[in-house]
């Protein structure tokens, strides 16, 4: 192996995991998307409710919030807008996942801040590039 290969893996040795933020109130779905996730490097953690999720945002400052909308006593919008009017959004990129896919849905939460939307039942390997591209690392096979 040349020096530059070694100085290479060492540095993506040394990189510290991405945080990530899945604010999912259905626990398989939270648990099926933190597997791929982790597998694929992030460190993720996860929360199911709104005052559970804004409290792990502002300590945690995740680079991407993977946020459904529907969650117990609040929506996933209310969650989106609050980020917004605290300023969390400047740092943190959010990405909906809902089984709610109709237009104003979407363009109501793109319009709050949201920066992708992924309709369920998703393809794991299009969550992982979409995950990927919003958090700048290289997408595809991985």
Known sequence: MTQDAKDDQKTAQE????????????????????LILERSGFSVSKASRFVEAMSLIESIRPKLVLLDL????WSGLDLLEEMKRSGLLSKTKVLIISALGYREVVQQAIMLGADDFLVKPFDMEMLTDKVKKLTDLPTGAG
């Open 70 to 73: 529907f969650l117990p006593g």
């Open 15 to 34: 990189i510290p995991p991405v945080p990530i933020l899945i604010v999912e109130d259905d626990r398989v779905v939270a648990e099926l998307v933190t």
